[in-house]
């Protein structure tokens, strides 16, 4: 049997840890779980007038979502450089659709990334959100008739509406405005 390089099972065991963190932060998001996110951020990470580490990252987090109806972000094309055994940095692509007050958007980001090993687990250190766009619709893709999958490909599914928050504000909006089919 071939000598295992310890290093390289290091590196593709941080790079799994890593690539794993923007996926959970996705998760968060679409939870609105603001605990589940701040436990993914460094002690050391900084978030401005909101503070530092998990606490920082809570507060901006809840700020942020405030008038959140839903957000789901679609994770793509991650790249990962390992500086050194501790420390590494990276891009992650992300495509959100998401709703709220305002109304209906959809971004294209590009996040620029640094991470941290921290008591055994690889934790963003710091997030830069760069958006290549953002387009507001006119028209919310909510607010169409349930599409009662399978029997319609097209309408609104049953995922947004197991949520009690979104479900509430859906109804409101149907009062509000009749649907159009």
């Known amino acids: ?62 700020d942020s979502m405030r008038d959140s109806v839903f957000a789901v972000i679609l994770v793509a094309n991650h790249l990962i450089e390992m500086d050194d055994e501790t420390t590494a940095h990276g891009q992650v692509w992300a495509h959100c659709h998401a709703q709220s007050a305002e109304g209906f958007v959809e971004q294209l980001i590009r996040y620029d990334d640094r991470y941290v090993l921290e008591g055994g687990r690889w934790l963003f250190l710091h997030r830069r959100h760069r958006l290549w766009f953002g387009v507001a619709h006119d028209v919310s893709p909510l607010d169409q008739a349930p599409a009662e999958w399978p029997a319609r490909q097209t309408g609104v599914g049953d995922l947004p509406l197991a949520d009690p928050l979104f479900a509430g504000w859906w109804e409101d909006r149907r009062r509000e405005r009749p649907s159009p089919h």
């Open 1 to 62: 049997m071939a000598d295992i390089d310890e290093g390289a099972v290091r590196d593709l065991l941080a790079r799994e840890q890593i690539r794993q963190l923007p996926v959970r932060y996705a998760s968060a998001l679409d939870a609105r779980d603001i605990d589940a996110m701040a436990d993914l951020f460094a002690a050391q990470a900084r978030f401005g007038d909101h503070g530092v580490g998990p606490d920082g990252a809570r507060s901006l987090m809840a």
